[in-house]
Nanobody, 116 residues
């Protein structure tokens, strides 16, 4: 079983920064993709950023140049540095670890609220 623990969400003013962390424990395979998704009220969950175990990254267009994803493979931890925050970044952010279709794990979510 895999367990994901997220931290770092909260309230921030527009233009500010927050850093999210997600620590994974359990049967994490060495080859995986770790990432962040978000879901705003009334909207579908969307990809924010993800990084493979080999360092390949993908960002949503809306966060390119503002957010940076990184990971520490030794600690099975993924981070999301969020800079120049905007009110439209307000959402619940979910950590995800994907190994294969049968091993797709989600965190409980952490609220990020950006005030204007």
């Amino acid at each position: 079983q895999v367990h994901l623990v997220e931290s770092g969400g909260g309230l921030q003013q527009a233009g500010g920064s927050l850093r999210l962390s997600c620590a994974a424990s359990g049967n994490i395979f060495s080859t995986n993709t770790m990432g962040w998704y978000r879901q705003a009220p009334g909207k579908q969950r969307e990809l924010v950023a993800r990084m493979s175990s080999t360092g390949i990254t993908i960002y949503a267009d809306s966060v390119k140049g503002r957010f940076i994803i990184s990971r520490d493979n030794a600690k099975n931890t993924v981070y999301l540095q969020m800079n120049s925050l905007k009110p439209e970044d307000t959402a619940v952010y979910y950590c995800n670890v994907w190994v294969n279709p049968a091993r797709d794990y989600w965190g409980q979510g952490t609220q990020v609220t950006v005030s204007s």
